[in-house]
């Protein structure tokens, strides 16, 4: 089969790396691509909401199958754009259409979804430019700290946390009347704050299944004790030791189960990754957020945890057939550490060439961003490049992420040493 991955980070090379161990792979596509998935795979270059563009290309290379690897192209309507088009609709493409996707897309929808359905989240409300003052108002029956998030997509900045009300207020005037993130913050969703420690869950759906693959755990901040500003994540480990099977069982029966659930009584078909971020609140596990996608990091550390051949799971998904599939998980455990540049989250140097890669011998090295140029892979985003480690417990395998990373240098290079700490 030929495929077409869609992406450049981290989580499509691991994809990648995954997908092409199949004996039903024949030609493996990725657009754009990174220096990584060069070497396993075609880049094809295309961005990820240049549809036409990626029409043309399935086309000619006779791609039958495309995963969809971040949001952007699923809220922009990229499942729709196949299904409507002839020459398309028989290709099988992993992820939900641009209605279902409004779950990651917009956080006011995807609250009336889980109140609508019963699933335990944080109390809120939402207010526009025209509801100012009862927002300001409502802040002051809250407690700190104020949990503001922008309604809309907003490249993961758009959800603030802050102490003090003045600044609170600040900042609402600023998402609403200034248009901080654009559109995005035409609407606000004020809510309680949770606290507690927060875990990632992925299902793997076809409409009717859903196969729970294992958890994970992304560590956001960019400083060691989880300080700092928040990243696209600096690192990921799984299993997540307190995800015991109590808890699993609660967020079976009262998350899980119900987002299934609601998404067929509400009519939005779902054939992908649901990626459910949790808080444990007290042994409560509580939604924080619906994903429309795999995250990223975790990836890195679920993709090669499953033993199942990644075409067959996604055959499966496309064909309604998931009820047919075991799950089969690696007992190991594994973690994965990210290292960026220089200076990310803030602004930071691209260009940088990097050595070392192909001394990492007992750990898979995962690029997020970075580009070939004359043969030389360089730095090209602010998360660089993640080393997964595979081991019998979390500290060996955290040994053989930090031993790979030692191999690999470049200028400005950054990353967390205490991944795995709190565990
Ligand atoms: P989101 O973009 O919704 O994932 O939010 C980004 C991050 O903000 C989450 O991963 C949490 O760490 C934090 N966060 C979001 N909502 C809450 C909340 N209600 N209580 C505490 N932390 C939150
Ligand atoms: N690691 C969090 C995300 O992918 O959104």
């Known amino acids: 089969m030929n495929i077409l991955v869609i992406g450049s980070g981290g989580r499509e090379h691991t994809l990648c790396w995954k997908l092409v161990q199949s004996p039903k792979c024949k030609n493996l596509y990725v657009s754009p691509g990174n220096a990584g998935t060069s070497k396993i795979a075609t880049n094809l270059g295309i961005s990820v909401i240049d549809f036409e563009s990626i029409k043309e290309a399935v086309i000619k290379y006779k791609i039958e199958m495309v995963v969809v690897g971040p949001e952007a192209p699923l809220v922009e309507g990229i499942k729709e754009f196949f299904e409507s088009d002839d020459q398309l609709e028989k290709v099988s493409l992993i992820g939900p259409d641009s209605k279902a996707a409004k779950l990651e897309g917009s956080k006011s929808f995807a609250k009336a979804f889980m109140n609508r359905h019963n699933i335990p989240t944080a109390k809120h409300s939402e207010f526009t430019l025209a509801t100012i003052d009862k927002a ?23 959800v603030l946390i802050i102490n003090n009300i003045y600044e609170a207020k600040l900042e609402l005037k600023s998402m609403l009347i200034n248009k901080k993130f654009g559109q995005a913050s035409e609407k606000v969703v004020i809510e309680e704050f949770l606290d507690g420690i927060e875990l990632s869950c992925f299902i793997l759906t076809d409409g009717e299944t859903g196969i729970t693959l294992p958890f994970a755990k992304d560590y956001k901040k960019i400083g060691e004790g989880d300080k700092g500003l928040n990243t696209g994540g600096m690192g990921a480990i799984s299993p997540v030791p307190f995800a015991n099977e109590e808890f699993i069982k609660k967020i079976n029966d009262r998350i899980i189960e119900p987002t299934l659930l609601g998404l067929k009584k509400d009519q939005l078909p779902f054939q992908g990754f649901i990626f459910i971020g949790l808080i444990n609140v007290g042994g409560e596990p509580k939604v924080i957020e619906y994903n429309v996608r795999m995250g990223d990091p975790e990836t890195e550390v679920v993709i090669p945890r499953i033993k199942n051949d990644l075409i067959s799971l996604f055959e499966a998904t496309a064909n309604k057939t998931l009820n047919k599939i075991k799950l089969e998980i690696d007992s190991r455990s594994a973690s994965t550490v990210m290292a960026v540049s220089g200076g990310y989250p803030k602004a930071y140097e691209k260009g940088h060439f990097i050595e070392g890669i192909n001394n990492v011998k007992n750990a898979l090295v995962f690029h997020s961003g970075t580009s070939l140029e004359d043969n030389k ?29 030692e191999k690999i240098n470049y200028k400005g290079m950054y990353y967390r040493k205490d991944i795995g700490f709190d565990l």
């Not at 104020?146 to 900045?157: F, P």
């Open 377 to 405: 892979i360089l730095t090209a985003g602010g998360r660089v490049i993640t080393v997964t480690g595979l081991g019998k417990d979390m500290s060996s395998a955290l040994k053989k992420s930090y031993e790979g990373l």
């Open 136 to 158: 300001f108002n409502f802040l002051e029956t809250m407690s700190p700290p104020y949990v503001l998030k922008a309604d809309g997509l907003a490249a993961g900045k758009g």
